[in-house]
């Protein structure tokens, strides 16, 4: 009854705006109200959210609205938010015990919210669950693994954390491991994927577990498109043609090949992903974190931030992110772009008038601006990758 009422105020106030607008545009404040509208209509899924870390690390109960963090159920019902593919990240510079024990505490974090909050959280491990959540009115939290290294050498792993409730693995972070070579690693040692990569690719596609290429090399890419059987994924990767030199986002020609496989490319919203400069400026800001060893969340290390702000472009704004998902369009097709913001991943770089997950009817309202149909909009919030009708990402090989 409730989501036939949704749908009834929707078609309503596209009416007005339409009897009220037809020789004129719409105006910002009726644009934006638009895409809130939308955005509480159709079930919208990002698909790379690093809340259990950020929990982990700075303990609080996202199962209301908080001061800290970037996600919580609150602000994500505020915008729209219906499906967030949690992340479950392993850093890289972990051994293989330690990777398993951190993997197993942000496991036990998303479980506990389902556990005690069964009203508001819900796993889901195939897309059409998180269709009967979104029907229920639940906020689901499948679970996913950025860096496959926790495999280890253990192929059986594999079919272990499709036990668990996995839904795709990152294959590596930030430095390559035993299954390939990473986009931000200098040392390569397979040059793409390891014949361990192989079998793992294999593995994945035989039990159902999405293959993710974010932070991938591009041979490895290559390799994997080449190798898998199933589609493959880009969960938090944003176009290279806007920042050129940066690997860790996806050529145009990648971007055609995923496509090519019936795979989905998710931009990701962090600064450093959309605006060449910023991501200029960013690099440089990690480098002296990681370098000095200041924290940027310390005194000395916001301080430093807010100085080098004064002087240096670091912000992007939320039109970037449309003019990513734009080229994903022209080069793909609306059946082969989402969302994948990277929030609670990034640091402080998110653009401005998206700074948490309330923001999505931002970028909702300039997709409009920019001449996008309901429909089209419905495939990027994500019904290119649940499944609900058409010609859908598939979770698993049939």
Partial sequence: MKRSISKLVIFITVLLLIFSCSKRELTEEQRMELAREICQDLLLLDSHIDWPESVLLNPRNISKKNSTGEFDYERAKMGGL???????????????????????????????????????FA?????????????????????CLENGSIIGNDI??????KELGITYITLSHNR????????????????????????????????????????????????????????????HSSCRHFTPGYERNLSDELIK????????????????????????????????????????QSEEGMQFIQEFWQNNKIIA????????????????????????????????????????????????AELLNRGYSKKDIEKILGKTIYGCGGKPLTWQIH
């Fill in 176 to 235: 390559s491991n035993q299954i390939g070579d990473a986009n931000a690693d200098t040392n390569r040692p397979w040059k793409g994927l390891s014949p361990f990569g192989e079998k793992v690719v294999d593995e994945m596609n035989r039990v159902g577990i999405l293959i993710d290429i974010s932070h991938s090399s591009d041979k490895t890419v290559i390799q994997v498109l080449k190798k898998s059987k199933a589609p493959i994924i880009a969960t």
């Fill in 82 to 120: 219906n499906a967030v593919l949690s992340v479950l990240y392993v850093n890289y510079k972990y051994d293989l015990k330690k990777g398993r024990e951190t993997f197993d505490s942000l496991y036990t974090i998303v479980n506990s919210y389902i556990k005690d909050y069964p009203e508001k």
């Fill in 317 to 364: 704004k939320a039109e970037h992110i449309v003019d990513h998902i734009d080229h994903v369009v022209e080069l793909a097709g609306i059946n082969h772009v989402g969302l994948g913001s990277d929030f609670d991943g990034v640091g402080p770089t998110m653009p401005e008038k998206v700074s948490d997950v309330s923001a999505y009817p931002v970028i909702v």
């Fill in 156 to 161: 059986n792993y594999v079919s272990y954390l």
């Fill in 257 to 296: 090949e995923i496509a090519k496989k019936e795979g989905v490319v998710m931009v990701a919203f962090g600064s450093m992903f959309l605006d060449s400069t910023c991501s200029k400026n960013i690099n440089y800001l990690i480098h002296y974190f990681d370098s000095t060893g200041v924290s940027y």
């Fill in 123 to 143: 796993q889901a491990i195939t897309p059409d669950e998180i269709s009967r959540n979104f029907k229920k009115g639940l906020l689901s939290i499948p679970l």
